[in-house]
């Protein structure tokens, strides 16, 4: 068991990188007009490059996998439900808050997760992430445009489900690691490429994370905003942690997989809320909150493995 505080200074970096984001953003010295295309450049290129290279040489073998994948799609369920559920327990809670709620419960925000991976757990920590986003990219993408779709009527049609999932740049990054890791690996040359351009992906992701964050958001305490919050990053990673120790999955896998629920949630379900009528406005309130507690929530949880 490693402690506490000695878990917070090696992720102290990642909240200095958000922090410089922010401060990129308040002073100016980036200009707002220009964070779209720097976190586009993220989405679209620099974190599918990254899973690319990570999948095409990890381990995908059933017996490695197997068990880590079954608490992986059984925590984001479990959230997925209690999520709905406090969607009906909640008084006066529309349909766009509760599919917000949905989102931000299943949704993990990839940037943060790899690069405290990479910082606690080195190669073999960006390997399991990568087999975690090849694993539950698609499924929660299905699963949130699927829940919007029913929660907001006429909001999405079976074809726009399809598509939405089959252009997002992760799964597709995702699909040519799996199938460069069926291949046998990169081509000569490729995987150097690659890695060149890999290197940038978590710096500039977390740059753009921090530039996204507002304080004044932090103020906006409503009972979604707390349910949200509470679902993620608090009681996400102890069901995780519940559900590696039922399977027996070693302490590289039970961090990784702690990593993917002690995050917050991704940025890009909240353009699925604008685009799809969900609420943006408390999207937005519950990043900032678990972009906060995910400071404290990683090597707190983390110190119990």
């Known amino acids: 068991m490693v402690a506490p505080m000695s878990l917070f200074l090696t992720i102290l970096p990642i909240a200095i990188a958000i922090a410089m984001g922010w401060a990129a953003r ?55 439900l209690a999520a709905l559920a406090l969607g009906r327990l909640l008084p006066g809670l529309s349909s766009a808050t509760a599919s917000t709620l949905f989102q931000t419960a299943t949704r993990f925000h990839g940037f943060i997760a790899l690069a405290a991976a990479d910082l606690l757990l080195g190669l073999e920590g960006l390997e399991l992430l990568a087999v975690a986003m090849a694993l539950l990219v698609p499924v929660i993408n299905v699963a949130n445009i699927a829940a919007l779709a029913v929660l907001l009527s006429g909001a999405a049609t079976p074809g726009r489900v399809v598509r939405a999932v089959a252009s997002n740049p992760l799964v597709i990054g995702c699909a040519l690691g799996l199938a460069a890791n ?59 942690l519940a559900l590696a120790a039922l399977f027996g999955l070693p302490p590289a896998q039970t961090l990784a997989g702690l990593l993917v629920f002690a995050v917050p949630a991704a940025a890009n379900g909240y353009i699925v809320a604008k685009a799809m009528g969900g609420d943006a406005d408390l999207y937005a309130d519950l990043m900032a909150w678990q972009t906060l507690l995910s400071m404290a929530a990683i090597p707190a949880y983390a110190a119990l493995i």
């Open 26 to 80: 308040a002073t100016g010295l980036v200009r707002d007009q220009d964070w779209p295309g720097i976190e586009a450049l993220s989405f679209r290129v620099l974190i599918p490059v990254i899973l690319i290279h990570a999948i095409a040489g990890a381990d995908l073998s059933l017996s490695r996998v197997s068990g880590f994948g079954a608490a992986l799609l059984l925590t984001v369920a479990a959230l997925g």
């Open 182 to 240: 069926a291949a046998g690996g990169l081509p000569p040359g490729f995987g150097d490429a690659i890695d060149i351009v890999g290197r940038a992906a978590l710096g500039v992701g977390l740059l753009a994370v921090g530039a996204g964050i507002r304080p004044a958001r932090l103020l906006h305490l409503s009972a979604p905003v707390v349910a949200g919050a509470a679902l993620r990053p608090v009681l996400a990673p102890a069901l995780f």
